[in-house]
């Protein structure tokens, strides 16, 4: 019976592979999509598959002539596969055995040497999608494609750049000419696209994807389409720029860019212990029988605009304008209609619109915008287009080229915002610039499902230390109080905290009395946590657990990256953050539900209790195996686990035996599945990474 049970399990999880091996975006398949074998790789095992991949510099040969983008050369050394996933490397090696050549006639390989792979095989037209965590260094993690006539970027993420800030946020989509050696734009980027997410690139896993055929393209985030561009509107905006017409070979890799950090400014503190690394799950490219659909559907986006008299047709109706923002009309200078909006040189023009919004909800913000004044050599006007009082950090994406061009900001709404507010201003350069066609839309995603817990109330807790075994708590209900210690025995509201998630795996945590969040005051070392309103709240109030062992986690930010601990055992000292270096169990906490210390008994009365609040699922993310433990189990009520593809279907189901069972995941693919723990009376759902 159990060998029976193995096979069918076995069975099941193979199904399951080959099922989920769809686009992130697509998992139902409305597409058609079919997987291109020859280039998609897993990256299972150890070792990379020569079959599919060329390593760049291997046996010294070097393909395109491409050496590394200097002052770094591709090492085949950096290129691994470990643990099921390809590490790219960037290190420090000034002692490497550099090319005497020097890139583009100018500059030296020295000091950095990175990787490269790429694919033996080329194709036309499809979906390239990958799961990827950028290096976090001063070095590119990139995927691309290339060919005979054209590149196409997909990204060029950025981990790390000292003069940028938001470099390390920004998903970078471009077009190269190759199509004319010794045309003016030969060589060049002709065409790119600028969004700007929620998150540092290298500090989160998600996954990107490219649609491209011969009349548009469309760009994914987490399965979320962020853009769709046709070959007539890249045209019509800078003509013959549409170059991806022919079959391309994929690229994974690393490169340093020294137009953005020059030779002189690395150092080998840039590439601490073995390097940074660029650490793939997987590379997968479809092909599709379907007809094309072009960007009318545009399946995963709301096409509808949520933003009034977006283009200006009638002058600035539903704007607020505020300085010298005015209206133009002019047909053969506008980029949609024939109206758009006009800011002057030497003072503040500024446009706002309040918009109604959903809480909880990803939203997309787009806008073209030309600045007239600058020269794109060495004179740049910038303009910005910016959201602010949704329930998030305030921001903007600026810009400054002399063509209508579009970005975007990827944001999501607080859990209570209802409206938020768009603009465009000049207000921090005075420059000229003008702004046509907003766009605002919400932003779904057919990849993770939306899971409506049952309605119950939030479960309360108290966060307790490890080692001191004491509670927190704020010392008033007013914005700005520190968080302090407090004893064990501690029973007030005020140290009783409800959890917030966001479905991304981060959380706010929320003061039950005073309704705010905490975070760092500061993103330095010591600083004292602080409550935060809901309304104030950004990625600085966020926070990830770190499982450690016995149910105790390490709480990281999810803007400073560092954990938080008490400064000592004493009552009433302030909760300060330090480096996540900093393991022990002055650093580890516990989430104790107020049930467990505050359980009434009545001889007379018999409850059913809902056991399944109290679930720990680790690891999370999984390899090999998940432990799924419940508190204060009752083993007169069966309680089972069930694991479900994202399309799904049932890949097991098993009983609970005792407080804890576990759940083999070594021959699942990966990717996210939803886990669901259920008793006879109540479910918790909870998303499961498998990597």
């Excluded at 080998?268 to 007809?291: C, E, H, L, M, Q």
């Amino acid at each position: 019976m159990i060998y029976l049970l193995v096979i069918l399990f076995s069975l099941i999880s193979n199904k399951s592979l080959s099922q989920t091996k769809l686009p992130f975006s697509d998992p139902d398949n409305q597409g058609g999509w079919i997987i291109n074998n020859t280039i998609s790789d897993e990256f299972n095992g150890n070792s990379l598959d020569t079959n599919k991949w060329n390593i760049q510099g291997q046996g010294g040969v070097f393909q395109n002539n491409f050496v590394g983008r200097a002052p770094s050369q591709f090492s085949p050394a950096n290129v691994q596969v470990e643990n099921n996933q390809l590490i790219i490397y960037s290190k420090w090696q000034p002692d490497y055995n550099f090319s005497n050549k020097l890139h583009l006639g100018r500059n030296k390989y020295e000091k950095v040497t990175t990787g490269a792979i790429i694919s033996k095989q080329e194709f036309l037209n499809g979906y390239m999608e990958i799961k990827c965590k950028a290096a976090d260094g001063p070095v590119s993690s990139s995927f691309w494609c290339i060919g005979r006539q054209g590149e196409i970027d997909v990204f060029e993420h950025f981990g790390q750049h000292p003069k940028a800030p938001k470099v390390d946020r920004t998903y970078h989509t471009s077009f190269y000419n190759w199509q004319t050696p010794g045309a003016p734009n030969y060589g060049k980027r002709v065409w790119d696209n600028k969004h700007l997410l929620p998150y540092r690139v290298a500090d989160e896993t998600h996954v990107y994807g490219l649609e491209w055929n011969s009349e548009y393209i469309k760009l994914y985030v987490d399965g979320r389409l962020i853009h769709c561009i046709t070959k007539a509107e890249v045209n019509r905006n800078r003509p013959n720029t549409w170059v991806p017409n022919a079959p391309c070979k994929v690229w994974v890799d690393s490169e340093t860019f020294p137009f953005f950090v020059s030779s002189s400014q690395l150092s080998a503190s840039d590439f601490p212990g073995n390097g940074r690394k660029f650490i793939v799950d997987y590379v997968r490219v479809w092909s599709k029988n379907n007809a094309n659909d072009g960007c009318e559907t545009r399946t995963n986006l709301t096409r509808n605009n949520l933003i009034t008299n977006s283009g200006f047709e009638d002058g600035t109706t539903s704007w607020v304008k505020s300085g010298n923002a005015k209206i133009i009309t002019n047909n053969s200078t506008s980029y949609s209609g024939s109206k758009f909006i006009s800011v002057s040189a030497g003072s503040n023009g500024t446009i706002e619109q309040q918009v109604t919004v959903k809480p909880n909800t990803t939203y997309v913000l787009s806008a073209y915008v030309k600045s007239p004044g600058t020269n794109d050599t060495n004179i740049y006007h910038d303009a910005w287009i910016g959201v602010r009082n949704y329930g998030g950090s305030f921001e903007t994406m600026n810009f400054f080229h002399n063509y209508w061009h579009r970005k975007s900001i990827q944001f999501k709404t607080g859990p209570t915002n209802t409206t938020a507010n768009i603009f465009f201003t000049n207000q921090w350069s005075k420059e000229p610039a003008v702004v046509d066609y907003f766009e605002l839309h919400e932003a779904s995603s057919t990849a993770e499902p939306i899971i409506t817990p049952p309605p119950s109330t939030k479960e309360k807790f108290y966060i307790v230390n490890r080692l001191s075994k004491k509670k927190i708590r704020p010392v008033n209900d007013l914005s700005g109080a520190k968080i302090i210690q407090t004893p064990q025995n501690t029973v007030n509201s005020n140290a009783q905290w409800e959890k917030i998630d966001l479905s991304n795996g981060w959380f706010y945590l929320k003061n039950v009395q005073s309704g705010m969040y905490f975070r760092p005051q500061t993103k330095k070392n010591g600083s004292a946590l602080v409550l935060v309103p809901t309304t104030s709240a950004s990625t600085d109030a966020q926070w990830k657990q770190v499982n450690s062992n016995d149910g105790y986690f390490y709480l990281e930010n999810r803007e400073t990256g560092k954990f938080i601990k008490p400064r000592n055992k004493n009552n009433n000292v302030n909760v300060i953050q330090l480096p996540s270096t900093s393991r022990g169990d002055w650093t580890q906490w516990k989430f104790v539900p107020i049930s467990n210390t505050n359980k009434k008994t009545n001889a007379n009365k018999t409850t059913t209790k809902d056991y399944t609040k109290n679930v720990l699922m680790y690891p999370n993310p999984a390899t090999n195996f998940v432990n799924i433990e419940i508190d204060n189990i009752k083993k007169d009520i069966k309680t089972s686990v069930s694991l479900y593809s994202l399309d799904g279907k049932l890949i097991l189901n098993q009983i609970f035996r005792g407080d804890k069972t576990t759940i083999r995941t070594s021959s699942l693919n990966k990717g996210v599945y939803i886990l669901k723990v259920d008793n006879t009376k109540k479910a918790t759902i909870k998303k499961l990474i498998i990597n």
